[in-house]
């Protein structure tokens, strides 16, 4: 309870603010929606099914390359970590993608799959799999080998050890991987729409800056980062249950 009292004053705090400063006209209405406002039109959207339509669609192309992206990535860390050679010969590319800003991939990517939703997907995977790849490499390199040692000295087998010293030490720096990987698949959607819009958060954002429907574009802003805010979360409470003994290091 104290927890969520800390992390909630704040922006309950700037919402009141907000509120107070709009009612008596000290930030202009037409570029500073009051919340109370924004709700309003927030529910109107939803009882019309448009914002739920959109953010499914966002929600769909996000959840595919993350699922993609995610699983290639964790396999590609793991075999990284284990074969110094694979290493050695994975790491610069991995190292190059990582450092190039996803969106600069997008109109390679349109050229060879069309406008349609291939080419935003494969963009997404990309970005998912460079940092779960990554987390999951340095959580090899992070397993202490005294505890090796010490398991094959006990008799267990190549199985044993992974089962039982590898995959519980690494766990921790996987899910912080994921964790990271699910934001930028949010992120990386909604860029994707809108710079191609077609349909989603991202398409709703631009089609409302476009009409100055300056509440219709908060409430997709307030969208995306309340999804962002709802998976972090829930990934976090996720971990925390099947890996306690991880909080202290992820």
Partial sequence: MKRAGLALWLPVTLLGVWQI???????????????STLLS?????????????????????MFIG???????????????????????????????IYSTPNLTLLPLLMMFFGVGNTAGIILIATGCFILVATHA????????????????????????????????ACLPGIFTGMRLAVGRALIIAVSVELVSPRDGLGSMIWLAWQTLSTERLYVGVLTTAFLGLLFNVALRGLETRLIPWGRRTS
């Fill in 21 to 35: 400063l709009t009612s008596l006209r000290w930030l202009d209405p037409l570029f500073f929606p009051a919340p």
């Fill in 41 to 61: 039109v927030a529910w109107q959207m939803l009882r019309q099914g448009e914002l739920t339509e959109q953010t499914l669609h966002t929600l769909v192309r």
């Fill in 66 to 96: 993350f699922t993609a992206g995610s699983a290639a990535g964790l396999l590609c860390g793991l075999v990284m970590g284990s074969i110094p050679s694979v290493e050695a010969s994975l790491e610069p590319l991995i190292s190059a």
């Fill in 137 to 168: 490499l340095d959580a090899v390199r992070r397993v202490n080998h005294a505890y090796v040692e010490l398991a094959a000295n006990y008799g267990a087998n190549r199985v044993a050890i992974l089962r039982k010293v590898y995959i519980p």
